[in-house]
């Protein structure tokens, strides 16, 4: 399926909003992340300690994660024009994340949020939101097959 042009550009687009206040945009989807899926902060030893609430976003550990999380997703999306090399990168962040007990459905339920995280907070319209899905959407196999190899 691929991305068109037009979907690409607007997810790079988007993603200049996003690069210009990353520290800030990181922290928030992951709020809502552990908000939503509060179990989960066991898998974030550096900072489960703090809990999840108001007093993890400046938790410089937690920082620390949402900012090398958003560095690697924006290095993802400069890759877009070559999906194999994009899908490639996540393969390798499976095969690091796997042995932590981090499982595909963790991977899931936090892409799931970007789409609508990134219309409602960084100006992503019905059709850039929609091409995130579709990014999402190619993507996601390459995660999965890695998944089922380790």
């Not at 030893?45 to 090398?68: C, W, Y």
């Not at 042995?99 to 936090?110: D, H, N, S, V, W």
């Amino acid at each position: 399926m691929g991305l068109t042009t037009a979907q690409r550009a607007a997810i790079q687009n988007n993603w200049a909003t996003v690069n210009a206040n990353m520290q800030e945009f990181g922290d928030a989807l992951f709020m809502r992340y552990l908000l939503a899926n509060p179990g989960d902060i066991q898998f974030f030893p550096k900072f489960q300690s703090a809990g999840v609430g108001a007093q993890l976003r400046s938790n410089e550990a937690f920082q620390e994660q949402t900012l090398t999380v958003f560095q690697f997703l924006g290095q993802i999306v400069a890759k877009l024009a070559d999906l194999d090399a994009a899908g490639k990168m996540l393969q390798e962040r499976v095969r690091t994340h796997k042995p932590r007990g981090i499982t595909m459905a963790q991977f899931e339920r936090l892409l799931d949020l970007l789409p609508r995280f990134l219309q409602e907070n960084a100006g992503a319209n019905g059709p850039c939101a929609d091409a995130w899905r579709v990014a999402i959407a190619n993507l996601m196999p390459y995660m999965r097959d890695q998944f089922a190899k380790c």
